[in-house]
């Protein structure tokens, strides 16, 4: 059994389209990687190659074409070594002439990903190539592993196969089942020879590197105590298990994708000073983790159901401004809760915080007053109002509107093309990595005229694009953690654009829903997924009460919701709910 070894890292490559756009816009493409998950196996007739093609989430992915040959070790392969065979869920379609004599296989992987090609002949021994060309969605692929058909396979599987691995548990055990194919000469019996496999970890960036080593009969289960201090840093990673061969078996690896996960702990940098918050309370935040200072995320204050300030983490940081209007008394109790932006931070327990507030300024009233003073002097000097003249407020990029939004700041020249920001709706933050783009009718493709990607400080720049200043040409703006943003587009010039997370998206169309509906849906408050859970409970609605639920664990779960979750949601939502 073989596994890929892709030749590009996880996680999402960014790629530049080099055909040229009009106007000369060359517009950035971004594609997921792929791995080949692939085994040799003795059957009758031959050597069956099958496998499955997966992304780097070890997701299936399908209807994909995969290259398989084979490479000699000596002298050169019989023409009819690699003729076409039916075997499996899927059969080659085509046989081509590779570089020299080699020929090489061309079979498709059906929708679940799986494919199977047979090797005829009593005995086949080489090292077998497969390769994925690459789609508009994922980079290309390749893997290669050796096959001898006078030995056994041994087949490995992951039991329970792992997913996410915490860095806070001191170790984890890793279980992996062994199977002979064909089920004969080999086995767990007394006298079978022992079989030592390896577990291997290969980070985003970096090498594979050994963690622990079993020792085994065929047929029999191994048990790996993986030590978690070996996992290094958070985020995802590539887990193997080796089997280097031996005289009657043949080499075989397993590989799965993991996310190393570790809890957030937020804490107070240092004491907070006491503050009027109606101007501000700044809040300094260490945010921390037992893999380090956390790199991203956001940090939330809250007084009681409403947020009143958030702050982007920046190399385990946060300075939070909150903005209250002063309770009664001489403190005010804020709690401080961390949002994650990637799956592999964990939220831990929110803290509460104890501000002091300054005591009103006696000089507070004055402006009132002076004010008062004016308009007497205006009336007494004039009998006549003068006539009002409506001025429109120009729109400042830099102050979050709360609300998803795209302005058109400052007109630019002609074919100047579009420049500005991509920031977030509530805290102003800028998004890196955001997708901008121009999209036109179009009968003959996705219509996409123009795209690219913002950088580390939310700033994108789209050049002119001859012929987009049509009816119905839009201007689009999508980010991993935020809603998507579709609006007519505007002239040219400089834009800010405003998105809203998913988390808020949510639970504002969770709250129009029960407003729309009135009581009990809606009280004096406002209202909250679990308030709607409950009434739904007590309405026999369980439908709106699973709905509410989901709601409830996107918006305040650990994992962020991401656009497949945000549409099921919204697709979900009860219809038919009146109030009493």
Known sequence: MGIAKPALALGLLLCVGLSALPGGAAPLR?????MIQARATNVPGGLQISGQLQDESSRPFGDAPIRVWLLPWRGQPPKDILLPAACGPTSPHSIRQGPGAAKYIIVRANDAGRFCVLLPGKTVSGTVRLRFPGNEYFVATETGFDVDSTRQSLGLRFSPEPHMLSLE???HLIGVESSVEPASGVGHEEGAPTLHLSLKLQPKHGPARELATSSLRAGDRALFALDSSKLGSVG????SVVFAGSPT???????TVIERTASVAVSLARPVARSNPRRGVAI??????????????TVEARLGDESVGSAPVVQGTAHVVAVFDAPRGKNALLTLRYLPDAPWWLPGAPIDVSVPLAPPSPWRRLPWLLAVVAIALWVVRGWQRPARRETRKRVDPAEPPGRPALELVERGPPRSGWRGEVRDAHDGAPIQGATVLVRVPSFGSDGV??????DDRGRFSLEHLDGVLVEGATLEASARWHSSLVEPLVPAGHVAIALVSRRRALLERLVRWARRRGPPWAGRGEPTPGHIADVAQQRSAPEVAEWARGVEEAAFGPTPPDEDAERQL??????GVDGP
């Open 236 to 239: 995802p990673a590539r887990l």
């Open 30 to 34: 971004v594609r997921g990687g792929a």
């Open 449 to 454: 005229a123009g795209l690219t990607l913002t």
């Open 169 to 171: 548990r001191p170790r």
């Open 249 to 255: 078996l043949q080499p075989a690896r397993l590989t």
């Open 570 to 575: 919204g697709e979900g939502e009860p219809e």
């Open 284 to 297: 300094s935040v260490e945010v921390n983790s037992r893999a380090g200072p956390v790199l991203g995320g």
